[in-house]
């Protein structure tokens, strides 16, 4: 799927959710009892309820994804930092290579015929 058409997926699902929510607290107007600790009690209409707890998990949602940006934030940038230094050693053995066929030429040479010379003497 491309991302417009997640977008309006995304969309349609929040646009539902938001109708039910707003059907659900006109439907329940009625007070009830919540208790917020031992001893401290309020009334309060179960459509204020619903709205305060989509609220707050709403913010818990949107600080967990950022707390999830961040990490990943942090990892591609470490990805990014290897891949480059994976660039900058794979330069530095392509120079260090020329370099050594630079000052050794024959190095090959003389192994061949260092190896062909053994193979006759034995």
């Known amino acids: 799927m491309n991302p417009t058409n997640l977008k309006a997926v995304n969309f349609a699902l929040m646009f539902a959710l938001a109708l039910l ?6 439907e ?15 009334s309060i209409p179960i459509a204020a309820l619903v709205i305060i707890s989509s609220g707050i998990g709403a913010c ?16 591609i940038q470490e990805l990014e930092n290897t891949k480059t230094r994976m660039k900058d050693l794979e ?9 050594q066929n630079n000052i050794l030429p024959f190095s090959n040479v003389f192994r061949e015929n260092e190896s062909e010379f053994n193979k006759k003497a034995a």
């Open 21 to 26: 929510t707003a059907y659900f607290t006109l």
């Open 28 to 42: 329940n107007t009625a007070s009830t009892t919540v208790n917020i600790l031992p001893g401290i009690s309020g």
């Open 60 to 75: 818990g949602a949107w600080v967990f994804a950022g707390w999830t940006d961040k990490w990943r934030r942090e990892e």
């Open 91 to 99: 330069i530095d053995l392509s120079r260090l290579k020329t370099k």
